[in-house]
């Protein structure tokens, strides 16, 4: 969190610097609209003009966020033309003189290897051509450049080259959470490996030992305990984001709980109280049937008599509240903080400490799991849920083939 502050603090700077010199520029006497003076008015418009550009360039440096933010930077700097480039070519050119590309192109080889900018005369024999001079400025990311900002102008001009140098100080910033962004992805998926990899060997080997034994004295109730086993896997297997919606998370539930079922019989009593509306609320994909298998191995495993567990998701105005109980084992508190700080591996390969992560990634740490238990005392899990939270979304309903 103190890095993403301080990314801001590093991206405000530049956009302030570049406000006042726009304000400067356009400075006039009159009123502008009850926004201030018109310096305090430009650099209104300034911020505005540059989170037009923020979202495609938070995607990262390619063809299409070029074109998608060149245009808006150009209005940022004033600027006849502006082009975008990665470390091997000409990504966009946005404005007039676009027969200069190619000799634009030929002098960026300098900057990008040096990472200092460069100003210079461009050739031109056009008496209409409006732009006589470019100012590259690098974008470096973690200290390595990764392509340039070129403005083009009639004429050069100190002010345009410190201008330049911050907007494209502002747009290394962009492209540096971009990378985070795509490093929180990448980190999120391996999680969900790794919630893979810990379900699959302990649940599918029970669940077919189940099957097996219904063959022959129930095929039809295999038959169905299998479909339940198809289900279920090609739920958790599925490659359709990192998002689902709670109406799918329950509904894999309701498979699993099938397969356990099976297994254990009247030990095991399962109680739903679910809130329609909070159906379409959108969560980390495989977030809570971990926290459903938790509850049962704590619930039945290792003891003789009867585990109620009650699964409970509720509107609690902008989140959706879900509650996971059993009347199990419980656990020693001074341990469960042990897992959930991955001190200690725990037993069996639950992942409560991966949901936990997980949640608080996405969410903030405030939204990490709340956990009451005592050894004796069962387990009650609190997942905190907001309805609505930026880039959180579900790729859609998953249908079976």
Request: aromatic letters at 6%; proline letters at 5%.
């Amino acid at each position: 969190m103190s890095g993403f502050l301080a990314g801001l603090c590093v991206a405000a700077l530049p956009l302030l610097a570049a406000g006042f010199w726009l304000g400067r520029r356009t400075a006039r006497p009159e009123s502008q609209g009850g926004l201030g003076t018109p310096v305090e008015h430009a650099t209104f418009e300034t911020l505005h003009t540059a989170s037009l550009a923020a979202p495609p360039l938070r995607e990262g440096l390619t063809g299409e966020t070029a074109r998608r933010s060149a245009r808006t930077l150009r209005s940022l700097l004033g600027t006849d033309a502006l082009c975008l480039a990665d470390d091997q070519d000409v990504l966009v050119w946005d404005g007039a003189g676009s027969h200069h590309r190619a000799e634009v192109r030929e002098r960026l080889a300098g900057p990008l290897q040096s990472g200092r900018g460069e100003a210079f005369r461009l050739d031109c024999d056009a008496p209409d051509c409006p732009v006589r001079w470019a100012v590259v400025a690098p974008l470096t990311v973690d200290d390595r450049v990764r392509g340039a900002l070129v403005a083009c102008a009639p004429r050069e001009s100190a002010v345009l080259v410190r201008a330049a140098g911050e907007v494209a100080r502002w747009v290394s910033v962009q492209l540096e959470l971009a990378d985070l962004d795509q490093s929180r992805t990448r980190l999120i998926e391996a999680e969900i490996k790794v919630l893979r990899a810990q379900i699959s060997p302990h649940f599918i080997f029970n669940s077919l030992a189940v099957i097996a034994s219904f063959v022959r004295t129930d095929p039809e109730r295999a038959r169905e305990l299998l479909l339940e086993f198809a289900d279920f896997t090609r739920y958790s297997f599925r490659r359709h984001g990192e998002f689902t919606t709670l109406a799918d998370e329950l509904h894999a539930i309701d498979h699993y709980l099938a397969l356990v079922r099976a297994r254990f019989g009247d030990r095991l009593s399962v109680t739903l109280q679910i809130a329609p509306e909070v159906l379409p609320v959108a969560l980390p994909f495989l977030c809570l049937q971990p926290l459903v298998e938790n509850a049962v191995k704590h619930g039945l495993e290792g003891k003789a008599d009867a585990c109620r567990i009650q699964i409970t998701a509720q509107d609690a105005g902008a989140e959706a509240l879900v509650v996971i109980e059993d009347d199990g084992a419980g656990m020693d508190p001074a341990l469960l903080r042990r897992i959930l700080a991955g001190e200690v591996s725990p037993s069996g390969g639950i992942g409560l400490s991966n949901v936990d992560d997980r949640l608080r990634q996405v969410y903030g740490d405030d939204h990490g799991l709340v956990i009451e238990t005592a050894v004796g005392a069962g387990m009650k899990i609190t997942a905190r849920l907001p309805k609505y939270q930026p880039g959180v979304h579900s790729a859609g309903r998953l249908t079976g083939t």
